[in-house]
Protein backbone atom coordinates (compact mmCIF):
# COMPACT_ATOMS: atom_id res chain seq x y z
CA UNK A 1 0.00 0.00 0.00
CA UNK A 2 1.07 3.68 -1.40
CA UNK A 3 1.46 5.65 2.11
CA UNK A 4 -0.85 8.96 2.35
CA UNK A 5 2.51 11.10 2.65
CA UNK A 6 3.83 9.63 -0.87
CA UNK A 7 0.55 9.83 -2.67
CA UNK A 8 0.70 13.85 -1.69
CA UNK A 9 4.14 14.28 -2.60
CA UNK A 10 3.24 12.16 -6.24
CA UNK A 11 0.42 14.46 -6.62
CA UNK A 12 2.32 17.45 -6.11
CA UNK A 13 4.98 16.64 -8.47
CA UNK A 14 2.70 15.71 -11.42
CA UNK A 15 1.75 19.47 -11.36
CA UNK A 16 3.65 20.71 -14.34
CA UNK A 17 3.29 23.42 -16.44
CA UNK A 18 3.37 22.28 -19.63
CA UNK A 19 2.87 19.03 -18.98
CA UNK A 20 -0.44 18.96 -17.38
CA UNK A 21 -2.00 16.19 -15.03
CA UNK A 22 -5.62 14.78 -16.77
CA UNK A 23 -7.53 14.20 -14.64
CA UNK A 24 -10.65 12.14 -14.23
CA UNK A 25 -13.43 12.48 -11.76
CA UNK A 26 -15.13 9.90 -10.91
CA UNK A 27 -18.10 9.38 -8.76
CA UNK A 28 -18.11 5.94 -7.16
CA UNK A 29 -15.81 3.02 -6.63
CA UNK A 30 -16.41 1.38 -9.88
CA UNK A 31 -15.55 4.24 -11.84
CA UNK A 32 -12.66 5.40 -9.76
CA UNK A 33 -11.35 1.35 -10.50
CA UNK A 34 -12.28 1.88 -14.55
CA UNK A 35 -10.37 5.35 -14.48
CA UNK A 36 -7.36 3.90 -13.08
CA UNK A 37 -7.37 0.99 -15.88
CA UNK A 38 -8.12 3.72 -18.62
CA UNK A 39 -4.94 5.21 -17.43
CA UNK A 40 -5.53 8.53 -14.85
CA UNK A 41 -2.59 8.83 -12.85
CA UNK A 42 -4.52 10.82 -10.37
CA UNK A 43 -8.37 11.38 -9.53
CA UNK A 44 -10.48 13.73 -8.21
CA UNK A 45 -14.21 13.75 -6.67
CA UNK A 46 -16.82 15.76 -8.24
CA UNK A 47 -19.52 17.49 -6.47
CA UNK A 48 -22.05 17.30 -9.05
CA UNK A 49 -21.31 13.60 -10.10
CA UNK A 50 -21.55 12.77 -6.27
CA UNK A 51 -24.49 14.15 -5.71
CA UNK A 52 -26.25 12.63 -9.09
CA UNK A 53 -25.57 9.16 -7.55
CA UNK A 54 -27.84 10.40 -4.44
CA UNK A 55 -30.86 11.47 -6.49
CA UNK A 56 -29.36 15.58 -5.51
CA UNK A 57 -28.24 18.38 -7.74
CA UNK A 58 -24.83 20.01 -7.25
CA UNK A 59 -24.34 20.76 -3.95
CA UNK A 60 -26.84 18.06 -2.74
CA UNK A 61 -24.23 16.30 -0.65
CA UNK A 62 -23.86 16.37 3.26
CA UNK A 63 -20.55 17.34 4.51
CA UNK A 64 -20.28 13.65 6.25
CA UNK A 65 -21.09 12.19 2.58
CA UNK A 66 -18.61 14.35 1.23
CA UNK A 67 -16.13 12.84 3.35
CA UNK A 68 -17.59 8.92 3.66
CA UNK A 69 -17.32 8.95 -0.46
CA UNK A 70 -14.21 10.63 -0.19
CA UNK A 71 -12.72 7.92 1.90
CA UNK A 72 -14.00 5.07 -0.38
CA UNK A 73 -12.56 6.38 -3.12
CA UNK A 74 -9.21 6.38 -1.92
CA UNK A 75 -9.38 2.79 -0.20
CA UNK A 76 -10.53 1.44 -3.49
CA UNK A 77 -7.59 2.84 -5.92
CA UNK A 78 -3.59 3.56 -5.60
CA UNK A 79 -3.49 6.40 -7.01
CA UNK A 80 -3.90 10.04 -5.32
CA UNK A 81 -7.46 11.63 -5.05
CA UNK A 82 -8.22 14.89 -4.40
CA UNK A 83 -11.73 15.68 -2.96
CA UNK A 84 -14.22 19.01 -4.18
CA UNK A 85 -14.81 20.17 -0.83
CA UNK A 86 -17.14 22.59 -2.02
CA UNK A 87 -17.02 25.95 0.08
CA UNK A 88 -15.63 23.38 3.35
CA UNK A 89 -19.36 23.07 4.66
CA UNK A 90 -18.50 26.17 6.37
CA UNK A 91 -18.20 30.05 6.37
CA UNK A 92 -15.49 30.91 8.73
CA UNK A 93 -11.85 29.36 8.38
CA UNK A 94 -12.54 27.20 11.89
CA UNK A 95 -15.25 25.37 9.73
CA UNK A 96 -12.69 25.11 6.62
CA UNK A 97 -9.57 24.26 8.96
CA UNK A 98 -11.95 21.75 10.30
CA UNK A 99 -13.26 20.54 7.31
CA UNK A 100 -9.33 19.92 5.88
CA UNK A 101 -8.91 18.01 8.99
CA UNK A 102 -11.36 15.70 8.61
CA UNK A 103 -10.59 14.83 4.80
CA UNK A 104 -6.78 14.21 5.67
CA UNK A 105 -7.84 11.56 7.81
CA UNK A 106 -9.34 9.85 4.56
CA UNK A 107 -6.24 9.26 3.09
CA UNK A 108 -6.51 12.16 0.52
CA UNK A 109 -4.01 13.77 -1.49
CA UNK A 110 -5.47 16.86 -2.12
CA UNK A 111 -8.56 18.85 -1.60
CA UNK A 112 -10.05 22.02 -3.68
CA UNK A 113 -11.68 25.01 -1.25
CA UNK A 114 -13.92 27.21 -3.36
CA UNK A 115 -14.70 31.05 -2.78
CA UNK A 116 -18.80 30.46 -3.22
CA UNK A 117 -21.18 31.41 -0.54
CA UNK A 118 -23.95 29.25 -1.60
CA UNK A 119 -26.04 32.74 -1.00
CA UNK A 120 -27.50 33.87 -4.34
CA UNK A 121 -28.09 37.24 -2.57
CA UNK A 122 -24.04 37.72 -1.97
CA UNK A 123 -22.69 34.43 -3.88
CA UNK A 124 -19.10 35.28 -3.42
CA UNK A 125 -17.08 36.05 -0.07
CA UNK A 126 -15.29 39.28 0.59
CA UNK A 127 -11.41 38.74 -0.60
CA UNK A 128 -10.11 39.29 2.97
CA UNK A 129 -12.76 36.59 4.02
CA UNK A 130 -11.89 34.40 1.31
CA UNK A 131 -8.34 34.37 1.97
CA UNK A 132 -8.84 33.61 5.18
CA UNK A 133 -10.27 30.49 4.54
CA UNK A 134 -7.65 29.65 1.87
CA UNK A 135 -5.16 30.67 4.99
CA UNK A 136 -6.94 28.30 7.39
CA UNK A 137 -7.27 25.43 5.10
CA UNK A 138 -3.21 25.72 4.39
CA UNK A 139 -2.67 25.75 7.75
CA UNK A 140 -4.65 22.40 8.62
CA UNK A 141 -3.39 20.02 6.55
CA UNK A 142 0.17 19.01 3.79
CA UNK A 143 -2.95 18.31 1.18
CA UNK A 144 -2.31 19.79 -2.28
CA UNK A 145 -4.41 22.80 -1.64
CA UNK A 146 -6.63 23.81 -5.11
CA UNK A 147 -8.15 27.42 -4.20
CA UNK A 148 -10.50 28.05 -6.58
CA UNK A 149 -12.35 31.51 -8.00
CA UNK A 150 -16.17 30.53 -8.62
CA UNK A 151 -16.74 33.80 -10.58
CA UNK A 152 -16.47 33.01 -14.47
CA UNK A 153 -18.83 29.35 -13.39
CA UNK A 154 -21.26 31.31 -11.38
CA UNK A 155 -22.40 34.23 -13.70
CA UNK A 156 -19.45 36.85 -12.74
CA UNK A 157 -17.04 37.17 -16.14
CA UNK A 158 -14.54 39.27 -14.19
CA UNK A 159 -11.43 38.38 -14.95
CA UNK A 160 -9.36 40.86 -13.46
CA UNK A 161 -11.30 39.98 -9.94
CA UNK A 162 -10.91 36.68 -10.53
CA UNK A 163 -7.21 36.55 -11.17
CA UNK A 164 -6.72 39.35 -8.26
CA UNK A 165 -8.06 36.24 -6.16
CA UNK A 166 -6.13 33.79 -6.94
CA UNK A 167 -3.20 35.82 -6.84
CA UNK A 168 -4.34 36.52 -3.12
CA UNK A 169 -5.35 32.86 -2.71
CA UNK A 170 -1.37 32.38 -3.85
CA UNK A 171 0.10 34.42 -1.55
CA UNK A 172 -2.24 32.46 1.23
CA UNK A 173 -0.47 29.34 0.43
CA UNK A 174 -2.56 27.45 -2.10
CA UNK A 175 -0.62 24.90 -4.39
CA UNK A 176 -2.65 25.49 -7.11
CA UNK A 177 -5.05 27.75 -8.57
CA UNK A 178 -8.22 27.05 -10.09
CA UNK A 179 -10.79 29.38 -11.82
CA UNK A 180 -13.99 27.24 -13.51
CA UNK A 181 -15.62 28.18 -16.53
CA UNK A 182 -12.67 30.58 -18.06
CA UNK A 183 -11.68 29.07 -21.03
CA UNK A 184 -11.52 31.54 -23.70
CA UNK A 185 -7.72 31.62 -25.21
CA UNK A 186 -6.93 35.29 -24.37
CA UNK A 187 -8.28 35.00 -20.85
CA UNK A 188 -6.44 31.75 -20.11
CA UNK A 189 -3.20 33.13 -21.77
CA UNK A 190 -3.57 36.29 -19.03
CA UNK A 191 -4.92 34.17 -16.15
CA UNK A 192 -1.79 32.04 -16.69
CA UNK A 193 0.76 34.85 -16.92
CA UNK A 194 -0.40 36.83 -13.82
CA UNK A 195 -0.01 33.36 -10.95
CA UNK A 196 2.95 31.98 -10.20
CA UNK A 197 1.24 28.44 -9.06
CA UNK A 198 0.08 25.71 -11.16
CA UNK A 199 -3.01 26.07 -12.65
CA UNK A 200 -6.04 23.90 -13.28
CA UNK A 201 -8.74 24.17 -16.00
CA UNK A 202 -12.06 22.49 -16.28
CA UNK A 203 -12.66 21.34 -19.89
CA UNK A 204 -15.81 23.47 -21.50
CA UNK A 205 -16.80 22.42 -25.23
CA UNK A 206 -15.14 25.93 -26.41
CA UNK A 207 -11.89 24.83 -25.03
CA UNK A 208 -9.11 24.28 -26.72
CA UNK A 209 -7.18 20.79 -27.18
CA UNK A 210 -5.02 19.56 -24.83
CA UNK A 211 -1.97 20.01 -26.51
CA UNK A 212 -2.91 23.42 -26.84
CA UNK A 213 -3.44 24.17 -22.83
CA UNK A 214 0.03 22.41 -21.74
CA UNK A 215 1.88 25.05 -24.69
CA UNK A 216 0.13 27.89 -22.70
CA UNK A 217 1.22 26.33 -19.30
CA UNK A 218 -1.92 24.68 -17.88
CA UNK A 219 -0.47 22.17 -15.07
CA UNK A 220 -3.61 20.40 -14.24
CA UNK A 221 -7.07 19.63 -16.48
CA UNK A 222 -9.95 17.96 -14.98
CA UNK A 223 -13.50 17.42 -16.72
CA UNK A 224 -15.97 18.27 -13.24
CA UNK A 225 -18.93 16.07 -13.70
CA UNK A 226 -19.00 16.44 -17.46
CA UNK A 227 -18.23 12.04 -17.14
CA UNK A 228 -20.48 11.25 -15.18
CA UNK A 229 -23.22 13.74 -16.80
CA UNK A 230 -22.10 11.88 -20.59
CA UNK A 231 -23.07 8.64 -18.63
CA UNK A 232 -26.41 9.88 -17.72
CA UNK A 233 -26.75 11.24 -21.39
CA UNK A 234 -25.93 7.39 -22.79
CA UNK A 235 -28.49 5.74 -20.64
CA UNK A 236 -31.12 8.22 -21.16
CA UNK A 237 -30.55 7.69 -25.25
CA UNK A 238 -30.65 3.91 -24.37
CA UNK A 239 -34.33 4.07 -22.40
CA UNK A 240 -35.83 6.23 -25.02
CA UNK A 241 -34.46 3.63 -27.58
CA UNK A 242 -35.61 0.72 -26.12
CA UNK A 243 -38.91 2.56 -24.71
CA UNK A 244 -39.74 4.98 -27.92
CA UNK A 245 -38.54 2.40 -31.05
CA UNK A 246 -38.57 -0.84 -29.24
CA UNK A 247 -34.78 -1.13 -30.67
CA UNK A 248 -31.46 -2.53 -29.19
CA UNK A 249 -29.15 -0.34 -30.67
CA UNK A 250 -27.67 0.46 -27.36
CA UNK A 251 -26.01 -3.06 -26.88
CA UNK A 252 -23.21 -1.99 -28.61
CA UNK A 253 -22.24 0.45 -26.63
CA UNK A 254 -22.74 -2.22 -23.57
CA UNK A 255 -20.68 -4.87 -25.15
CA UNK A 256 -18.05 -2.10 -24.82
CA UNK A 257 -18.83 -1.29 -21.68
CA UNK A 258 -18.60 -5.34 -20.09
CA UNK A 259 -15.36 -5.40 -22.07
CA UNK A 260 -14.35 -2.27 -19.65
CA UNK A 261 -15.77 -3.84 -16.41
CA UNK A 262 -13.77 -7.40 -16.90
CA UNK A 263 -10.43 -4.73 -17.24
CA UNK A 264 -10.85 -2.98 -14.06
CA UNK A 265 -12.59 -5.30 -12.40
CA UNK A 266 -11.07 -8.94 -12.95
Not at 51 to 63: K, N, S
Not at 253 to 263: D, F
Request: proline content about 5%; hydrophobic content about 45%; overall charge negative.
Amino acid sequence: MTSQADKIARFRELHVPGRPLVVANPWDVGTAKLLVSAGFAALATTSSGHAATLGRLDGGATRDEVLAHAAELVSAVEVPVSADLENGFGHTPEAVAATVTDAAATGLAGCSIEDYTGDPDTPFYDLPHAVERIEAARAASDLVLTARAENFIRGNRDLADTIARLQAFQEAGADVLYAPGVSRPDDLRSLLASVDRPVNVLVRPDMVPVAQLAEWGVARISVGGAFNQAMIGALHHAARELLDEGTYGFLNLAAEGRTQIAKAFG
